[in-house]
């Protein structure tokens, strides 16, 4: 397990790997029809990774501006009410997308993603209830990506909350 190997069929190439043993029996992964060498070896690079991944897709190198893009268009406007998605909007571009944008889907940590809050939370005096909305926005995305499209494997959201220590203008 873990090579590559290339075979010229006829007038097409073809990739072949080493699977996990299926009931104590060899299992190759090959796909055939390729017109170079060098595109065979690609293409089985790219299956490789793949399946040495669990089926998590490469969108995972995307930057987390470009994924909110795509949640928004492809997740939010199916599943949630004209308003709701409006308001993810807004702080997605205005927030969001420039403060964490720029970072790589797979790379930003829960630490980054507790500091910015306590980042945010400092610098506007929003209500407490605008700051949940941030909290909403960046666990939701974050859940789809893990868990409906496969994008990255573990969901750094999953420890965040608004700080308590805060002075959070409170609706009366």
Known sequence: MGRINI????????????????NGKR????????????????????????????????????????YLDYWIENYCKIAFRHRTVEEYSVIANKYLKRDLGHYRLNTITSYQLNSYLIN????????YGYFRNFVKVIKCSFRIATDVYGFI????????????????????
């Open 7 to 22: 075979k010229k069929r006829g007038k097409v190439y073809q990739y072949c790997f080493e699977a996990a043993k299926v």
């Open 27 to 66: 299992k190759q992964i090959t796909k055939s029809g390729f017109r170079t060498k060098n595109e065979a070896y690609v293409a089985g690079q790219k299956a490789y990774e793949e399946y040495m991944n669990g089926g998590c897709k490469t969108e995972a190198f995307m930057s987390y501006g470009d």
């Open 120 to 127: 945010i939370c400092n610098r506007y005096n929003y209500s």
């Open 153 to 172: 494997k573990y969901n750094p959201s999953l420890t965040i909350e608004l700080p308590r220590t805060i002075n959070l203008k409170k609706r009366q």
